[in-house]
């Protein structure tokens, strides 16, 4: 399969200082599983859930928990997303539980790609893309929030300080890695493969 980043070039750009102030890796998703019921499932839900995860469930939206089977975020109401590193087979492992009376379970693997931003600047430059408040006491490690740049949506998860991973559909990777490593350029930015 061919990546969704191919043409853009690896490697660095300094700025005209010489400084690299943002590191940004590329990379196709091994596992990504959307969980949704609708607003009468959600207490059976939250109950097959249990039975996968045990206590480790996100009680409030944009709150993420790390589970044997990935990272699991709240992204509403009635929804969670399991993004995993490998392969495992987790939408046969969740439909065990999660039966269609209780609600759905969709790969969506081929459709989401992973930015991860890190560096002194990263939050300067995510701040020019998106409208929201990253600074630590509004958008704490290990949170994530939906949100987009032009009219493209997208989830943010924020790793530390100064380290996010962004998801993004796989059909706009291409210009969304390039409206960042542009937004990056004056501090200087550096492109790894993933």
């Known amino acids: 399969m061919r990546s969704p980043f191919e043409g853009h070039a690896i490697g660095s750009r300094p700025n005209a200082a010489g400084q690299l102030g943002i590191q940004v890796t590329a990379a196709m998703l091994p596992s990504f599983?959307?969980?949704?019921?609708?607003?009468?499932?959600?207490?059976?839900?939250?109950?097959?859930?249990?039975?996968?995860?045990?206590?480790?469930?996100?009680?409030?939206?944009?709150?993420?928990?790390?589970?044997?089977?990935?990272?699991?975020?709240?992204?509403?109401?009635?929804?969670?997303?399991l993004v995993g590193d490998d392969h495992t087979d987790r939408c046969s492992l969740l439909r065990a539980s999660i039966v269609a009376d209780i609600g759905a379970v969709t790969d969506l693997s081929h459709a989401r790609c992973r930015l991860h931003i890190e560096g002194p600047q990263c939050?300067?430059?995510?701040n020019k893309l998106f409208a929201l408040d990253l600074r630590e006491q509004s958008f704490g490690i290990g949170d994530i929030a939906l949100t987009g740049t032009h009219h493209v949506p997208?989830?943010?998860?924020?790793?530390?300080?100064?380290?996010?991973?962004?998801?993004v559909f796989?059909?706009?990777?291409?210009?969304?890695?390039?409206?960042?490593?542009?937004?990056?350029?004056?501090?200087?930015v550096a492109l790894q493969p993933g």
């Open 123 to 126: 939050r300067t430059v995510l």
């Open 154 to 167: 997208s989830m943010l998860h924020r790793l530390g300080a100064e380290a996010f991973d962004l998801y």
């Open 33 to 81: 599983t959307l969980i949704s019921t609708w607003i009468s499932g959600q207490d059976g839900l939250l109950a097959a859930l249990a039975e996968v995860f045990g206590a480790t469930l996100p009680q409030r939206i944009g709150q993420t928990a790390q589970t044997e089977f990935g990272l699991l975020a709240r992204t509403g109401p009635e929804e969670f997303v």
């Open 170 to 188: 796989s059909t706009y990777a291409f210009d969304q890695l390039g409206t960042l490593l542009d937004a990056a350029q004056e501090y200087g």
